[in-house]
């Protein structure tokens, strides 16, 4: 009496196999940005948001809005900032910051510095 196949036990385990592989890759690419929130001034301040990767990529911004707070959600990574006037301004992990003076900010770079221990390599990408 025969209960196993062979070729159905090779078929079931290239299956299982397969969806293991393919599951971390999908939970990394999650992991890989963050969201950041840009924050006019007032009581009821008109917002944005974005999520870049956490790739050292430039990321341009052509929203106007002139920003006065801007919050970051990752904590293991450095977000540096340009604003139109020539403000530079950055985060080290979760934080919120603020700019001054309020300005359009036109681009972000994020990085994660958690493999390598310090904030400085998103400058030297």
Do not use: W
Not at 4 to 11: G, I, K, L, P, S
Not at 35 to 47: E, K, L, Q, R, V
């Amino acid at each position: 009496m025969q209960f196993f196949n062979t070729a159905a036990a090779a078929t079931l385990l290239a299956s299982i196999l397969s969806l293991t592989s393919a599951a971390p890759a999908a939970l990394e690419e999650r992991q890989d940005v963050t969201t950041i929130t840009f924050s006019g001034a007032g009581p009821n301040p008109p917002t944005y948001t974005l999520t870049p990767p956490f790739a050292g990529q430039n990321i341009t911004i052509t929203n106007p809005l002139s920003v006065s707070h801007i919050s970051v959600d990752r904590q293991q990574g450095v977000c540096t900032f340009r604003g139109i006037d020539g403000g530079s301004f950055f985060t080290v992990g979760a934080a919120t910051i603020d700019v001054g003076p309020p300005q359009t900010i036109t681009s972000v770079k994020c990085c994660d510095f958690s493999q390598i221990g310090f904030p400085q390599y998103c400058e030297r990408r």
